[in-house]
């Protein structure tokens, strides 16, 4: 197994195909930032959300600026 850096390469997203979202638990609170395809309505885990922090570093490795719509 090779160890070495860890890839910092900007990720990226279809904005033509995918919307960003966060998905929010209504019994937990729980909040998970991802994709949702635009066709079928499908949900795509990114990344836990515990605090602005995390929401923020989502934003910055997608290049994501603006209102994330939520979903329930």
Do not use: H, W
Not at 24 to 30: A, W
Not at 53 to 61: S, T
């Amino acid at each position: 197994m090779k160890f070495g850096k860890r890839n910092t390469a900007k990720a990226g997203y279809d904005a033509a195909v995918k919307t960003p979202v966060i998905r929010c638990s209504i019994c937990t609170g729980e909040q998970v930032a991802g994709f949702q395809r635009k066709d079928t309505g499908t949900f795509e885990e990114v990344m836990l959300i515990r605090d602005a922090a995390d929401l923020q570093a989502f934003r910055d490795a997608y290049g994501i600026e603006g209102e994330i719509r939520k979903i329930y």
